[in-house]
């Protein structure tokens, strides 16, 4: 079964973007989205979720050196919650 994967890596203005075809395992760059807000965010991330039939979804979550979290990985699970995502989709 071929599940389709999209990985995020959330900034402040810019999340960078990575597709996987679990048919080859290889995760292919997608061009960076640039936002200032979580819905210009949204207006991106939303439409490939779909074009693509995403299934799984992998943020990146940035922690501290020391292991623990911090202000920006409390940013990310922030802007996760308020992205607004199908159900359908399995978030990791």
């Given at each position: 079964?071929?599940?389709?994967t999209l990985a995020l890596d ?45 299934a799984d979804l992998v943020i ?20 996760v919650r308020c992205l607004q ?8």
């Amino acid at each position: 079964r071929v599940r389709h994967t999209l990985a995020l890596d959330i900034g402040g203005r810019r999340t960078g973007v990575a597709y996987v075809d679990t048919r080859t395992g290889v995760p292919v760059p997608l061009a960076p989205v640039h936002h200032r807000t979580i819905d210009e965010l949204s207006a991106h991330i939303l439409p490939l979720l779909h074009d693509r039939a995403i299934a799984d979804l992998v943020i990146g979550l940035p922690l501290l050196p020391s292991g623990a979290e911090g202000a920006q990985a409390k940013t990310v699970r922030e802007t996760v919650r308020c992205l607004q995502l199908p159900r359908s989709i399995a978030v990791h």
